[in-house]
Nanobody
Framework: QVQLVESGGGLVQAGGSLRLSCVAS????????MGWFRQAPGKEREFVAA????????YYADSVKGRFTVSKDNAKNTMYLQMNTLKPEDTAVYYC?????????????????WGQGTQVTISS
């Protein structure tokens, strides 16, 4: 089992920034990829960004490219999502996830392990 705990959500104005954190514990060696997803009210969950834990390769949804940056700190077993130039349409619950299969995350918006989610609200 892998446990994931997110933090860092909040309320900011459009154009502002937030940084989310996700701390992983447990059998983290069983997962190669960690990622961020979001779900807005009335919408399906969507992939946001992912990172290959060992090599650091990063992957992004088109909607956040150039504005969001995913990174990691191996020593702290922590993944980050730096979100800049935030827009009202970025408002959602953001979830941290982990899986051994990148395609499952990017193409199916699915993962083996999930955090509890953190609310991000962008005011216009």
């Amino acid at each position: 089992q892998v446990q994931l705990v997110e933090s860092g959500g909040g309320l900011v104005q459009a154009g502002g920034s937030l940084r989310l954190s996700c701390v992983a514990s447990g059998r983290t060696f069983s997962t190669s990829f960690m990622g961020w997803f979001r779900q807005a009210p009335g919408k399906e969950r969507e992939f946001v960004a992912a990172i290959w834990w060992f090599f650091g390769n990063t992957y992004y949804a088109d909607s956040v490219k150039g504005r969001f940056t995913v990174s990691k700190d191996n020593a702290k077993n922590t993944m980050y999502l730096q979100m800049n130039t935030l827009k009202p349409e970025d408002t959602a619950v953001y979830y941290c996830a982990a899986d051994e299969n990148l395609g499952r995350m990017t193409q199916k918006s699915s993962a083996a392990y999930w955090g509890q989610g953190t609310q991000v609200t962008i005011s216009s």
